[in-house]
């Protein structure tokens, strides 16, 4: 070692040496938080990734199904006091019990899958790993999917049959989605953008799919009486009550069982299920007497019966 290079490290420890070569940095220590994708936060954001989308879009769907509920019986949500608050302060109960639904099922899923996989060994995860490294078949996957969301949607304007709408998918999942699939596969942030939208399309297909649902069971209270445990779970309050006159406490309507849709603006809207008709009336002049929630009907009973002609 020459002097003028021992005098420069003594002077300088951190000084390079010219005559040396440049070297490649060494890599940065791999943590666990890299091997396991960021460890809980990484899960908890693949998970939020896919979750969130699918509710946002699923609620925004359900108060358009709620229009379409009250729209059967001839009045809108905000007419029955129903706005986005009170829809959601009502969801909250069934929120939580689909949270306790689903992640049992979740759980029971991911042990199905690994049990699966240890079965095979193994092969069932390399063959889910080829598969994700292979970008047209994950697009062609999501693109058949996002064509299939749209069967609720096209059922609400026209009847289809199963294998219109296999054909439909598969048409507007090539045409629409494929190559746009493709194209966001090619960048992290493309893959992300993907999986919201999948998810996004995936809640909205489930809400139109609900909206049938619902439509369904707010002409079988029309006609019967009787409302679903589907449309108590979103909110729909199956309550009845006797009205009576405020001032001298007597029965109206002959003392028949009224149906409460709601309240808005100081004023009641009641169904009247005998003569199949839906009314307004005061509150200042009506006290409810009698009330009930999910009252039983004996089989066989139809709204209208008071309104047929006598045989």
Sequence with gaps: MSEHTLTTELQDPHAKDPHAKDLPAPAPARTPEDDDGGGILGILERIGSVVVPVGVALYAVLY????????????????????????????????????????PALCVLVGLGWLIDRATRGGAGRLVGRLRERPWVVAALAALWSGATYWGLFNLVADLTLGIMVAVAVGLGVLAFLVPFRLLRRRRVG????????????????GFVLILSLIEGAVEV?????????????????QWAVLRDAENDKPLY????????????????FYDCDKQET??????????GDLRLDPDREPGFRCGTLAEPAG
């Design 279 to 288: 009314f307004r009336r005061p509150m200042e002049t009506t006290n409810l």
């Design 191 to 206: 893959r992300a953008g993907m999986k919201v939208l999948v998810a996004a399309l995936t809640g909205l297909g489930l």
């Design 222 to 238: 029309r006609d019967t009486g009787q409302a679903s445990d589907l449309l108590g779970y979103v909110g729909f309050q199956d």
């Design 64 to 103: 358009l199904g709620m229009e379409q509920v009250y729209w059967v019986f001839g009045i809108n949500p905000q007419q029955a006091g129903i706005d986005q608050s009170v829809l959601l302060g009502r969801l909250l109960g069934t929120l939580i019990l689909l949270l306790l639904s689903l992640i």
């Design 254 to 269: 002959d003392g028949r069982w009224m149906m409460l849709l709601g309240e808005s603006d100081g004023t009641y809207v």
